[in-house]
């Protein structure tokens, strides 16, 4: 059995979980504490209670995005320092995967249209279908519009999807006839999907792991503000 250590700070809600011969123990980080602040305590709370050190992990798993531009990047700058110092490999784990794979966790298997907020109006969005509990990417991760057409030909290619709808979204138009399932980026998933990766050799290095960013531009000018009626 595996021992995975996991770290999810993509949104406001974050999260620790140590995966250890299939046990899982977690830790949420309240939205009020700094992720960068509480994130380290409550891994090595998780350590600490499981009686184990960080060398005694087979690897470090933390949720590389696409998400918050800060958390993102916290959660590889944490990973990858631990990673180095204690000569552990990493498995980046990407965000909406881990929401397929809450989601199923009150659905069940099926094919899942994740959505997760992106703000300045926008989402991010893919189709991840889950089986027996593995995770595998239809489509993967775009940033898109709210009230993207796109969703229509996601839908239309795969007529059967279940909405995974992350926090402070409401449900798209082109989205409103399929079945809801609230659903966030946790740490525990990120462990399970984590595990599973490891054991099928599909780590990086420490200075291999990387955030999955897919906005380039993490502010708008003065002047796209106020044409979008935003102050």
């Keep these: 059995m595996t021992t995975i250590l996991a770290i999810e700070t993509s949104n406001e809600f974050a999260s620790a979980a140590l995966l250890r011969d299939g046990k899982l123990s977690f830790i949420d980080i309240p939205s ?91 989402m991010y969005a893919a189709v991840c279908r889950v089986q027996n509990q593995t995770v595998s990417v239809l489509i993967a991760p775009v940033l898109t519009a709210i009230d993207a057409a796109l969703l229509a030909d996601w839908l239309q290619q795969y007529p059967s999807l279940v909405l995974a709808l992350g926090p402070g979204l409401e449900v798209p138009e082109a989205a409103a006839a399929c079945p809801l399932v609230h659903a966030r980026p946790h740490a525990a998933d990120v462990a399970r ?39």
Aim: net charge negative; charged share 20%; aromatic share 4%.
């Design 32 to 122: 009020a504490e700094t992720h960068s602040e509480a994130s380290l305590p409550a891994m090595q709370r998780l350590l600490g209670d499981a009686g184990i050190a960080l060398q005694d992990c087979d690897a470090i798993a933390f949720g590389c995005g696409p998400g918050a531009f800060t958390g993102v990047r916290t959660a590889c700058g944490m990973v990858q320092g631990m990673a180095y110092g204690a000569d552990l490999p990493v498995v980046p784990v990407v965000t909406l995967e881990a929401m397929a794979l809450a989601a199923a966790a009150q659905h069940g298997d099926a094919d899942f249209l994740c959505l997760l907020d992106a703000r300045m109006k926008e």
């Design 193 to 231: 999907i984590g595990s599973q990766r490891f054991l099928a050799g599909q780590t990086v290095s420490a200075a291999e792991a990387e955030p999955l960013y897919l906005r380039n531009k993490i502010a708008l000018t003065t002047a796209e503000r106020a044409l979008q009626g935003r102050p």
